[in-house]
T-cell receptor, first 114, second 115 residues
Framework: AQKVTQAQTEISVVEKEDVTLDCVYETRDTTYYLFWYKQPPSGELVFLIRRNSFDEQNEISGRYSWNFQKSTSSFNFTITASQVVDSAVYFCALSEAGYQKVTFGTGTKLQVIP | DAMVIQNPRYQVTQFGKPVTLSCSQTLNHNVMYWYQQKSSQAPKLLFHYYDKDFNNEADTPDNFQSRRPNTSFCFLDIRSPGLGDAAMYLC??????????????FGSGTRLTVV
């Protein structure tokens, strides 16, 4: 069974601060995919990144970076120099190869205060 | 642009009155999904179609049904909506295959209100 845990329910930061959103996952499969999605107040889910289990390279995209560590089953997401537009709920998710299903964590609500 | 379109964006229905939500896609993806997301919760998978094969989640209430008449369209039918069915309903698609759900494309959702 696959499981995703986002222990941080809500985080508030002041604009321009860095913030890291934690994600811990459980899976018995050796081949799987990890995702991060952003859900702004308007409700749509916006895809941010996909990582497969064989690629542990960290990734940076502008102010966003992701740290994937198989040894600790974690896939953390850092926003550098946060902005008000980053305020949203962020979901970490997991999919096992061969299964047509993505399991979501419970989400972390990020509020960036001007 | 290829995309997943959900109509309507907002839907108000009466308690007990059947309602249908629609989803269409231009991606030609094999798999289409319906998720229910209640306020402050994670999206919860209701069911998915892999081509014409319907896959129901074990805990999806019988009140929820789905139809996929062709590759492009998928419908969510709620036979007798209750107040507890008020939620955002998200449609998603993926290519399928051995890689599994290697990535979803989501629609913008339909927010259902039951009065």
């Amino acid at each position: 069974a696959q499981k995703v845990t986002q222990a941080q329910t809500e985080i508030s930061v002041v604009e321009k601060e860095d913030v890291t959103l934690d994600c811990v996952y459980e899976t018995r499969d050796t081949t799987y995919y990890l995702f991060w999605y952003k859900q702004p107040p308007s409700g749509e889910l916006v895809f941010l990144i996909r990582r497969n289990s064989f690629d542990e390279q960290n990734e940076i995209s502008g102010r966003y970076s992701w740290n994937f560590q198989k040894s600790t089953s974690s896939f953390n997401f850092t926003i550098t120099a946060s902005q008000v537009v980053d305020s949203a709920v962020y979901f970490c998710a997991l999919s096992e190869a061969g299964y047509q299903k993505v399991t979501f964590g419970t989400g972390t609500k990020l509020q960036v205060i001007p | 642009d290829a995309m997943v379109i959900q109509n309507p964006r907002y839907q108000v229905t009466q308690f007990g009155k059947p309602v249908t939500l629609s989803c269409s896609q231009t991606l030609n993806h094999n798999v289409m999904y319906w998720y229910q997301q209640k306020s402050s919760q994670a999206p919860k998978l209701l069911f998915h179609y892999y081509d014409k094969d319907f896959n129901n989640e074990a805990d999806t209430p019988d009140n929820f049904q789905s139809r996929r008449p062709n590759t492009s369209f998928c419908f969510l039918d709620i036979r007798s909506p209750g107040l507890g069915d008020a939620a955002m309903y998200l449609c998603a698609t993926s290519r399928g295959g051995d890689r599994g759900a290697a990535g979803y494309t989501f629609g913008s959702g339909t927010r259902l209100t039951v009065v």
